[in-house]
């Protein structure tokens, strides 16, 4: 299948597509760089790109001003707590349904999917009044279950052609050997699931991370994410450019980090195996 | 293979799930369904009685209704147009051999990941801001005045940031997609002469019109619902609010829950429309 190509076209390519792929990651990387400069020197014009004063300062006076611990906390707790009862719920769920399928199973996962589609501010005042009913307003247990259960559909899909994908003969060639259930879920099937587990995990973190719809709207002081807490730098007193982007810079870089190792899982994740 | 105990087991196993997302769905729904029936004013006199469908009547034809369902349009129409049809040619560039590819590819995709609050205020401030942004140095540069973004251009501007945060979706998608095309079709296609149009047109294009539309029906079901881009940018103001948000501001803002209720309603009859085609896609590849 390999095609020759001259080095002439490879170079164009090349030229192009770097251009291309420089200008759409440009906002992130002026963000970045934006973090390292001086308030000043932030909005100086003609715009500096390296040659500025490099400083650390607007990180520690996001630290400092701002709780930034305390919405980095909520968000690794929420986004963690989420995905861990998720797949603990899901991981079953899944398993039963690649393993013993039964003629309602494709019509289950097909509703399960359904409940995704549901747009979340049909159902805002509902769940707002639940909240308060229940005391989960502003908790971080409460955007641990919602966030969890809007992201519970895309688990166990992930998870569902994850396991399909293990070979059933195998597990009768241990059933044969007169593996016991337990013994073949352990020893043989585990180890064949745990990648497809991992990276189910990974994205689900990730769409935990940016959610911005439920954390906006249930959370304040208390349990906001960060999400919430680079909100509130939307009505700004003064310049603050430096600080935005310190600030920006913090909650993406894990997470884009995260994000460029589950590359290949995000197309299975997001189109429900529609596109393969 | 399947024996009577390990079905039962089966059930067990599924139960937590499927309790949950049933109660997840129901409950809440059915709680929009009956507020949406009601006058109620949480703040102003809280339960005021049944109205049947007056809700109904008056969420379609308040004055901010006609102009709400204008700007999800253009805002969904705008994104998917941007994001397929620059998906599309990036898609097909990625796919060409290149030093670097695997770099490049990151750099495209990164946008994805970062949280939509991040995005919709490191453009508005530090590309859009009509005094010290990007896009205001630029404009000087060649003598322009500096264009108002967030007011004067409001909804190009709303498009630009949430195209630049679903591009890399497309993009991935179709990329993926293209990789499966059988390259010695194109190949012989090549040797017969056939021009790189042509080509794109008869080749390219009707293999890879499964991915667009799935494309297609998954950012629309969430660019119907986007939120924060609007929440963080203009508020709802300067003609940007979509209809979800104008159901957020019934229901939250100004408290008429049964209003948004109502609202809330039909949007949930408009995502089910675009779902039904989406879930028949994914549904025949499930029998595959």
């Known amino acids: 299948m390999a095609r020759a190509v001259s080095n002439r076209r490879r170079l164009i390519n090349t030229l192009l597509a770097w251009s291309i792929g420089l200008l759409i990651f440009f906002p992130i990387l002026w963000t970045v760089l934006t973090s390292f400069k001086p308030e000043g020197q932030a909005i100086a014009d003609p715009p500096m790109f390296l040659f500025f004063d490099w400083t650390l300062e607007n990180y520690f006076v996001v630290q400092e001003r701002s709780n930034y611990m305390r919405y980095l906390m909520n968000s690794i707790i929420i986004s963690g707590g989420s995905t861990l009862l998720g797949i603990l719920i899901a991981v079953p769920a899944a398993w039963s349904m690649a393993f013993v399928p039964s003629k309602r199973t494709k019509d289950i996962l097909m509703w399960m999917l359904s409940t995704k589609m549901l747009p979340a501010v049909g159902v805002l005042y509902p769940i707002y009044l639940l909240f308060i009913q229940l005391g989960l307003l502003d908790s971080r247990l409460g955007l641990v279950i919602v966030i969890m259960l809007i992201n519970l559909p895309i688990i166990i899909w992930m998870l569902y052609t994850y396991f399909k994908e293990i070979p059933t003969a195998i597990l009768e060639a241990a059933r044969m050997d007169g593996a016991s259930l337990r013994s073949e879920i352990l020893y043989v099937l585990t180890p064949m699931a745990i990648p497809g587990i991992a990276s189910t995990i990974l994205l689900n973190i990730i769409l935990a991370w940016n959610e911005a719809f439920w954390t906006l709207n249930l959370t304040a002081a208390k349990a906001g994410p960060l999400t919430a807490f680079i909100a509130s730098y939307s009505s700004p007193e003064g310049l603050f450019f430096a600080k935005l982007s310190a600030a920006s810079t913090m909650a993406i870089a894990p997470i884009l980090i995260l994000g460029w190792f589950s590359q290949k899982q995000l197309v299975r994740g997001l189109t429900f195996g529609a596109v393969k | ?288």
């Open chain 2, 1 to 288: 293979m399947a024996t009577q105990h390990s079905r039962s087991a089966a059930r067990m196993m599924m139960a937590p799930a499927v309790i949950l997302l049933l109660g997840w769905m129901l409950v809440p729904l059915c709680m929009t369904l009956y507020f949406s029936f009601k006058k109620y004013l949480p703040l102003r006199g809280g339960d005021l009685g049944w109205v049947g469908f007056d809700n109904y009547t008056r969420f379609v034809s308040s004055s901010s209704f006609w102009p709400s369902i204008y700007a999800t349009l253009v805002i969904v129409g705008g994104v998917l147009a941007i994001t397929v049809v620059f998906g599309i040619l990036l898609a097909i560039l990625l796919d060409q051999p290149m030093w670097g590819q695997g770099v490049v590819r990151m750099l495209v995709i990164a946008p994805f990941f970062v949280m939509p609050t991040v995005s919709s205020l490191v453009w508005k401030n530090m590309f859009m801001d009509p005094n010290y942004g990007l896009f205001a140095h630029l404009w000087r540069f060649f003598g322009a005045e500096p264009i108002q973004w967030m007011s004067q251009a409001s909804l190009p501007s709303i498009i630009m940031i949430v195209s630049w945060q679903w591009l890399p979706f497309a993009t991935l998608i179709l990329l993926t997609a293209i990789q499966s095309l059988d390259s010695e079709q194109l190949e012989a296609s090549e040797m017969d002469g056939a021009p790189i149009i042509s080509r794109f047109w008869y080749i390219i294009l009707p293999h890879l019109s499964r991915a667009i539309t799935v494309v297609i029906l998954i950012q629309t079901i969430f660019l119907l619902s986007i939120f924060a881009e609007i929440f963080v940018t203009t508020g709802g103001a300067f003609g940007t609010k979509t209809l979800s948000y104008l159901i957020f501001q019934r229901v939250l803002e100004s408290q008429n829950v049964g209003l948004g209720s109502a609202g809330g309603v039909y949007a949930i009859i408009l995502a089910n429309i675009v779902a039904i085609f989406l879930m028949r896609i994914v549904g025949k590849n499930l029998d595959n």
